[in-house]
């Protein structure tokens, strides 16, 4: 249904020539001040795409995002310690 995804965080030096790199894949977020831009590739061509990126003049540095790898299911087997912090 859904194609897997890849986040890939791009450290960029040109703000401005950041936009060109939604011919990449999706453009999710360009951050201004710090000057990095997060982008989502398909997961089956994204090392073609990320090797395209990185020879781009503006470009600096790239991280993969390890977002997809982190546990995001939780569970309480632990005490319920709200009860000792009330008013």
């Given at each position: 249904?859904?194609?897997?995804?890849?986040?890939?965080?791009?450290?960029?030096?040109?703000?401005?020539?950041?936009?060109?790199?939604?011919?990449?894949?999706?453009?999710?977020?360009?951050?201004?001040?710090?000057?990095?831009?997060v982008?989502?590739?398909?997961a089956?061509?994204?090392?073609?795409?990320?090797?395209?990126?990185?020879?781009?003049?503006?470009?600096?540095?790239?991280?993969?995002?390890?977002?997809?790898?982190?546990?995001?299911?939780?569970?309480?087997?632990?005490?319920?310690?709200?009860r000792?912090?009330?008013?």
């Open positions: 249904m859904f194609a897997e995804r890849t986040g890939y965080i791009v450290w960029v030096s040109d703000v401005k020539a950041a936009r060109n790199l939604e011919k990449y894949g999706t453009l999710h977020y360009v951050s201004r001040k710090m000057h990095y831009a982008m989502y590739v398909n089956d061509r994204a090392e073609e795409v990320m090797k395209t990126v990185r020879r781009l003049s503006y470009v600096r540095k790239i991280e993969r995002s390890y977002r997809n790898e982190l546990k995001t299911e939780y569970t309480s087997n632990g005490q319920d310690k709200t000792y912090y009330g008013l």
